[in-house]
């Protein structure tokens, strides 16, 4: 069936077409002939945020929590390009969304006009593709294939930037379109070779680990892992995309790898035998110095990207394909296996280790709450069905070591690109994909203060969020390293030295929300329970904590996890040698 329509017009039927149901955006001269036909659409809610990279966060909330693609739309120049760190964000943590933008006309491009900046050129490496789309008769054929190429293989993010030309043409619709992708052929079964030799390899093993990323959630094999984690016996470490993905109270997980891991989950990679890496980049801050990362150790990587395969860590058995077929031909393969390993020296080595060095924390003496209290009592509480939020720094980590995660993608925060900011925007978008759950954002004072004009949006759009501000009146993780690494020098770190510049109880209920604030260890389980009381406003607790609060175990950047330590005055846990 063909119509005549504006390519505007094209654009907003594509959308539809291809399921979209929520679009975040700002509008502006480029894009706005798209509006006037958004206007008009019954089947997709546009959601007018304060600021583009609010839009981007909002659309990797909507993807996270939901599976499908997230949509944010932009305006051309300053437009376009505060959407880049959330673009990079996703990229980096393989989050399917596209970001339509506007962009000058045809006649225009590349003459420095009014709001001209060359997005696409700009986003290129951090784009799974992008498009500049010119002629108004492309525009649906673009859309399907950038729907396409960001939700299959490795997920991700893609641009589609339209000449506002291209807008306002006339142009013949028809659907589906013919898509042109000759290129693009994403491997998702992996090799049967490929498989035999990994399962020798874990039939021969006397210490494997079960190296689990993100990549095992997006491929949405969760319930194949825990078959074939259970079918085997082997220890399972989850990094921090990950959380979730295997059960924190199963028996056989040790926690989260890397610079703030546990030391189960990493002392069991530095001594194992064998890895098998499902899903994951053998990120730095996970392998520490690489030279000196997991030494006794054959490797299985199993990646759908094949540019991860032997990146960082060489991999004596490459598997390419999706980790939902991966692990499920694993299972078949070990099935068919008579052998089985003997673990039992190695669970009674991790045992030890879990029993010498538990998670932990200080408390302090002035009567201050402690952080990590407020996360405990957070996740006991609200329970492992809410999704929580997180964007970066010591909030972050807390948020991973002291929430129990018991179901996939319950903890969606920045991993890869580290982004300030993240949580307040990304929660508003999974809880607007997810509306029956309880959403949490989990931020600390300095994050929350550089997009939390979002609240204003959650307000006026009726998505009751809940925020826990974790305020220790500094940029903490900084304040951190500054306190180890640079003799207590704390330049530019404190964010409010004596008065409460900004109230953020004040701030809350300015932008009509809910503000609480706790400052008593006492009060903490009362104000949660009270917060989880109010479902029809957004609310925001101001959790004042502990300035010199720290985040334990670490391992310092640039250092071997052999020299992890689980307090600042403390050796390391073991050496090389143990």
Not at 87 to 101: L, R, W
Not at 434 to 461: H, K, S
Not at 539 to 564: C, K, L, Y
């Amino acid at each position: 069936m063909t119509e005549q329509m504006t390519g505007a017009q094209a654009l907003v039927r594509a959308l539809e077409n291809v399921g979209v149901d929520t679009v975040f955006g700002i509008p502006g001269g480029a894009i706005l002939p798209a509006y006037d036909p958004l206007y008009d659409s019954v089947k997709v809610r546009h959601v007018l945020v304060r600021h583009e990279q609010g839009a981007g966060h909002a659309a990797q909330g909507y993807a996270q929590a939901t599976g499908k693609v997230g949509v944010c739309m932009a305006t051309s120049g300053p437009g376009a390009t505060n959407l880049v760190t959330p673009i990079a964000d996703a990229y980096m943590d393989s989050v399917p969304i596209v970001a339509i933008t506007g962009q000058v006309t045809s006649e225009a491009i590349g003459t420095d006009a009014f709001q001209e900046a060359d997005i696409s050129g700009i986003t290129m490496p951090i784009t799974k593709h992008n498009f500049l789309v010119t002629n108004p008769d492309d525009i649906p054929r673009t859309i399907a294939e950038a729907f396409h190429i960001a939700s299959t293989g490795r997920p991700g993010p893609v641009l589609v930037d339209i000449a506002k030309d291209a807008l306002t043409a006339q142009t013949a619709f028809r659907w589906p379109p013919v898509m042109q992708l000759p290129g693009y052929r994403p491997v998702t079964r992996p090799h049967s070779k490929q498989i035999r030799e990994a399962t020798k390899l874990i039939v021969e093993s006397r210490r494997p680990v079960l190296y689990v990323g993100g990549g095992v959630h997006r491929a949405g094999a969760s319930a194949e892992l825990l078959e074939f984690a259970e079918l085997t016996g082997i220890p399972v470490v989850t990094t921090l995309m990950a959380r979730g993905t295997f059960p924190d109270s199963h028996r056989q997980h040790l926690g989260m790898p890397g610079m703030h891991g546990s030391v189960p989950a990493v002392g069991a990679l530095q001594r194992a035998d064998l890895l098998i890496g499902l899903g994951v980049r053998f990120d730095d801050r996970v392998t520490g110095q690489l030279s000196t990362f997991a030494p006794h150790a054959k490797v299985v990587h199993a990646d759908i990207d094949p540019a991860e395969i032997s990146k960082n860590r060489h991999a004596d058995v490459p598997i390419v394909g999706d980790c939902k077929e991966v692990v499920s031909e694993l299972i078949a393969a070990m099935r068919n296996e008579e052998r089985r390993g003997d673990y039992t020296d190695w669970w009674r080595q991790l045992d030890g280790y879990r029993e010498t060095y538990p998670l932990g924390y200080s408390e302090f003496e002035d009567g201050s709450i402690a952080p990590q209290y407020v996360m405990e009592r957070l996740g006991a509480i609200v329970g492992p069905d809410a999704l929580y939020t997180a964007g970066v720094g010591q909030h972050q980590m807390w948020a991973a070591q002291f929430i129990g995660y018991e179901r996939p993608g319950s903890f969606i925060n920045s991993g890869g690109a580290g982004t300030m900011g993240f949580a307040v925007p990304a929660a508003m978008g999974a809880k607007m994909g997810r509306p029956e759950a309880t959403v949490w954002a989990v931020d600390g004072d300095g994050c929350f203060q550089m997009t939390n004009q979002e609240l204003a949006t959650c307000a006026i759009e009726g998505v009751p969020i809940k925020v826990a501000v974790i305020n220790n009146g500094n940029l903490g993780m900084v304040r951190q390293w500054q306190t180890l690494f640079y003799n207590r020098r704390y330049s530019n770190t404190n964010l409010q030295t004596v008065r409460r510049i900004p109230d953020f109880v004040k701030l809350a209920e300015a932008y009509g929300c809910v503000g609480l604030r706790c400052e008593r260890p006492e009060d903490v389980d009362a104000t949660i329970k009270k917060a989880m009381e109010i479902n029809d406003v957004p609310v925001v607790i101001d959790f004042v904590v502990h300035e010199d609060a720290m985040v334990w175990p670490m391992v310092a950047a640039g250092t071997s996890n052999d020299d992890i330590k689980v307090a600042r005055d403390m050796a390391p846990v073991w050496d090389s040698e143990d």
